[in-house]
């Protein structure tokens, strides 16, 4: 198993395992960029996230995206993951645990005091694999979102 910094030129790869997360989420109308979107977001000077794809036998099956974040009350930078997905055919392989290792090691190298992100309510198996890497739920805490026209709506208010 392989884990490296994805390229530019991954980026209609990553598209794809985006689109194949969203199938699963049951969410694949929400996904709104195309590949150049993800080229420029992932991979452009602007770019603030960072992808990872994991290979297996030379062929790519899965990836991560994660971003910094900041905690006030820690006084230091985090890792949060935005996306963590493995082919549905390779699930089991250890390759999930290798990205999210690999990020892991990633934070503690760089002295972040958080590594986290977010599940859906109803995914059992990822909880399930989450909870066995040792993470905990945040259960106090609920997430909002302002977004589309909401986002527009309060910006302009």
């Known amino acids: 198993m392989n884990i490296r910094p994805a390229t ?19 969410a694949e109308s929400s996904v709104q960029t195309n590949e150049a979107g993800i080229a420029a977001s992932l991979f452009g000077p602007d770019a603030s996230a960072q ?13 991560a995206v994660y971003f910094y974040n900041y905690s006030t009350w820690l006084g230091r930078k985090g890792i949060y993951l935005e996306d963590l997905y493995i082919r549905p055919e390779k699930r089991g392989s250890g390759a999930g645990k290798a990205l999210l290792k690999h990020i892991a090691r990633q934070a503690v190298a760089e002295g972040c005091g958080r590594f986290e992100w977010s599940v859906l ?27 589309g026209e909401a ?6 208010s």
């Open 8 to 26: 530019v030129a991954d980026a209609g790869l990553i598209l794809r395992f985006i689109r194949e997360l969203a199938i699963y989420e049951k």
């Open 151 to 156: 986002l527009a709506d309060f910006a302009a």
């Open 121 to 147: 309510d109803w995914n059992q198996p990822a909880i399930d694999f989450y909870v066995a890497a040792g993470a905990r739920p945040q259960d106090e805490w609920t997430v909002y979102r302002l977004q």
């Open 51 to 63: 992808a990872l794809v994991c290979e297996a036998d030379g062929e790519a099956i899965g990836f």
